[in-house]
């Protein structure tokens, strides 16, 4: 044929084929989730998170040590309180000092300094209805005290240490909350304010909800979380998030959304855009290499590709210790 229709030598070698790639995945695009409990020497494996552990606080450091070594930058803390008696209504415990987060936050900064923290902020794991804020009578989400309480629980997280608070809650007006208390408090300056701005209700957090005791206890996020189909949805929640203050996109879940994260680097194109490689989805990698499908280390590598492809370049994800062990750089 003519010449314009040659396209195999431009990808004839294997770094050819590589340099075809806008981005290439590198561990410090990397954070990994860690689920911390209320029992300081807890270490209790999460069946449905392959490899994945509910860890106490005197966990933590032996099990970050090596990854750290091999070249982990950054953790995202999910407190997991299991004592009794602890969840109420409002989600106190979110924000006590010696809970799991706050005390790990300290922990991490003191042990690991050059660790990127990032906190998760949410109220699901702490109310006794494991919604993600402060319901009204009818049931639903009081917005406006939810958006009160998870921003104070945000800036306790930030006095506490952490570099990063990002809110999972999906409460509108979250982030203008959390960026003026921020400013209020004068730690606006040394905070990274990451949200969760297009997070789809679905059926890919089972697992996560195992993990975190975080099921809701009755309906669901359906009224908050945004529905799967909302495309322009998402874009006005992003580009809301970004009008409020937020400095860096999240998108949740990430490999079903994929069109998602393209409209979040094209509205948000002048900043960094994070994705969140779901508990479902790392456990569908796992179930689906374990049938036999394809090989895992393929599997998530190809996963992730999309990811970066679509144009996330910071990925959550519970691959990060076998990346770690997987990667070069
Ligand atoms: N704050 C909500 C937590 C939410 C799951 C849920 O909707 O219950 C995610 C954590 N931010 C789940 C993450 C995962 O499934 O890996
Ligand atoms: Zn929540």
Redesign the pocket.
């Known amino acids: 044929g003519d010449i314009s229709s040659q396209l195999h030598g431009g990808y004839s070698h294997p770094l050819a084929r590589t340099w075809q790639a806008e981005r290439q995945l590198t561990k410090s695009m990397l954070i990994l989730?860690l689920f911390i409990t209320d029992n300081d020497d807890e270490e209790t494996l999460i069946p449905s998170l392959p490899g994945q552990y509910r860890r106490g606080i005197n966990k933590i450091v032996p099990f970050l040590e090596p990854l750290i070594r091999k070249g982990l930058r950054s953790v995202i803390l999910?407190g997991v309180p299991l004592a009794p008696g602890v969840k109420d209504a409002l989600g106190t415990a979110a924000d006590d000092p010696k809970g799991p987060v706050m005390s790990t936050i300290r922990l991490l900064r003191q042990r690991f300094p050059q660790i990127f923290i990032v906190a998760?902020v949410?109220l699901?794991?702490y109310t006794s209805h494991g919604h993600?804020g402060i319901l009204r009578d009818d049931g639903g989400l009081n917005n406006e005290l939810s958006v009160d309480r998870i921003s104070d629980v945000a800036i306790a997280y930030a006095q506490a240490g952490c570099h990063c608070v990002a809110p999972?809650?999906?409460n509108d007006g979250r982030i203008r909350a959390i960026k003026l208390k921020l400013i209020e408090a004068g730690i606006a300056h040394k905070t990274v304010l990451m949200s969760?701005a297009a997070?789809f209700?679905g059926c890919?957090?089972?697992?996560?909800?195992d993990a975190?005791g975080?099921?809701?206890s009755f309906g669901d996020?359906k009224c908050y979380?945004l529905p799967p189909g909302g495309r322009g949805l998402a874009r006005r929640a992003i580009e809301r998030d970004i009008a409020e203050g937020a400095d860096i996109i999240m998108v949740?879940?990430a490999s079903q959304y994929l069109d998602i994260i393209s409209d979040a680097k094209d509205i948000g194109r002048n900043m960094p855009v994070a994705a969140?490689q779901?508990?479902?989805e790392?456990a569908m990698i796992h179930a689906g290499a374990k049938a036999g499908v394809f090989d895992l280390k393929t599997m998530a590598f190809e996963a992730t590709e999309g990811i970066l492809r679509a144009g996330a370049t910071i990925v959550?994800s519970?691959f990060t210790p076998d990346f770690l062990d997987w990667l070069e750089v």
Not at 204 to 209: A, E, M, T, V
Request: net charge positive.
């Open positions: 989730p999910f998760d949410c699901c794991e993600c999972s809650d999906m969760y997070k209700s890919l957090y089972g697992p996560f909800r975190a975080s099921v809701p996020r979380q949740k879940p969140y779901v508990s479902g790392f959550v519970y």
